[in-house]
T-cell receptor, first 114, second 113 residues
Framework: EPEVTQTPSHQVTQMGQEVILRCVPI?????FYWYRQILGQKVEFLVS????????KSEIFDDQFSVERPDGSNFTLKIRSTKLEDSAMYFC????????????FGSGTQLSVL | SQQGEEDPQALSIQEGENATMNCSYK?????LQWYRQNSGRGLVHLIL?????REKHSGRLRVTLDTSKKSSSLLITASRAADTASYFC?????????????FGKGTKLSVIP
């Protein structure tokens, strides 16, 4: 089965540094998402992306966050100036259509901000 | 409470027993989905039930949906140790101006061999 791939699997950074989390969604999918999960807590929606623009974002997704689809395959999440509370597992997901389709998730990037 | 709240938060059963997890939500939905997450891994889709469906089966999984009560349940029959994971319900309100799935806090299932 096709997979969503995420890199790196782990990222350690200093507070205030910029990080870029990378994702390659499934090739014929049209809707792309970033979610995050703080250890032991719920999976929180950050942003959805469709037709080369943000379609929806949550309150968490403030000015420090941005997303980009720089080419036909990659989908990135950038955090400009990381805070301690940004430490979480970040999941990329994609789906072919919306609504009514399942999400395919990547294995996640564990971000640790020190 | 928030959209997609599961209960119980944790469930421990013996192998071979059935496990039932419940989910409640607040808004109108297009469909409801259940996902599984092994520790430290990504979420894997298990089953989707549309708002006009009441029950759906997939292997050892049975999902029910009661839109009047805004609730769903996931039943895993004849559980196995390999079913140990966290289970999340996710509501899909896409088509009503939203593209996201909203996840609950999950039920952590432990199946004891």
């Amino acid at each position: 089965e096709p997979e969503v791939t995420q890199t790196p699997s782990h990222q350690v950074t200093q507070m205030g540094q910029e990080v870029i989390l990378r994702c390659v969604p499934i090739s014929n999918h049209l809707y792309f998402y970033w979610y995050r999960q703080i250890l032991g807590q719920k999976v929180e929606f950050l942003v959805s992306f469709y037709n080369n623009e943000i379609s929806e974002k949550s309150e968490i997704f403030d000015d420090q966050f941005s997303v980009e689809r720089p080419d036909g395959s990659n989908f990135t999440l950038k955090i400009r100036s990381t805070k301690l509370e940004d430490s979480a597992m970040y999941f990329c997901a994609s789906r072919r259509a919306s609504p009514g389709e399942k999400l395919f998730f990547g294995s996640g990037t564990q971000l640790s901000v020190l | 409470s928030q959209q997609g709240e599961e209960d119980p938060q944790a469930l421990s059963i013996q192998e071979g027993e059935n496990a039932t997890m419940n989910c409640s939500y607040k808004t109108s939905i297009n469909n409801l989905q259940w996902y599984r997450q092994n520790s430290g891994r990504g979420l894997v889709h298990l089953i989707l039930i549309r708002s006009n469906e009441r029950e759906k089966h997939s292997g050892r999984l049975r999902v029910t949906l009661d839109t009047s009560k805004k609730s769903s349940s996931l039943l895993i029959t004849a559980s196995r140790a390999a079913d140990t994971a966290s289970y999340f319900c996710a509501t899909d309100a896409s088509g009503a101006g939203s593209y996201q799935l909203t996840f609950g806090k999950g039920t952590k299932l432990s199946v004891i061999p």
